[in-house]
Nanobody, 118 residues
Framework: VQLQASGGGLVQAGGSLRLSCAAS????????VGWFRRAPGKERELVAD????????YHVDFVKGRFTISRDIATNTVYLQMNSLKPEDTAVYYC????????????WGQGTQVTVSS
């Protein structure tokens, strides 16, 4: 499985971005996909994840009501729609895949930078 993340950029506070995570290769082996972020000086943290079936989307508390994770079955792409962005959302965002449950996220895409200016 390979993951390709895209969609980051520079946006003003209150703005929106949509991140994409395109999966290729042995995608039938994916159990779930998550979006993580690492801000400068901080540890990587989970932002949202979703089962590969598209069910059971989960969002951490600090993004609930602002971010939405979804999956396009036709294109094997997982999206993270980010609205009402705040400067504290500035980070490198990564998508990752988990291939079993229980299990770890063990397939990672490259990061995409999101910068929110105040």
């Amino acid at each position: 499985v390979q993951l390709q993340a895209s969609g980051g950029g520079l946006v003003q506070a209150g703005g929106s971005l949509r991140l994409s995570c395109a999966a290729s290769g042995r995608t039938l082996g994916i159990y779930a996909v998550g979006w993580f972020r690492r801000a400068p000086g901080k540890e990587r943290e989970l932002v949202a994840d979703i089962a590969w079936s598209g069910r059971s989307p989960y969002h951490v508390d600090f993004v609930k009501g602002r971010f939405t994770i979804s999956r396009d079955i036709a294109t094997n792409t997982v999206y993270l729609q980010m609205n009402s962005l705040k400067p504290e959302d500035t980070a490198v965002y990564y998508c990752a895949a988990k291939r079993r449950s229980p299990g770890k996220y063990d397939v990672w895409g490259q990061g995409t930078q999101v910068t929110v200016s105040s």
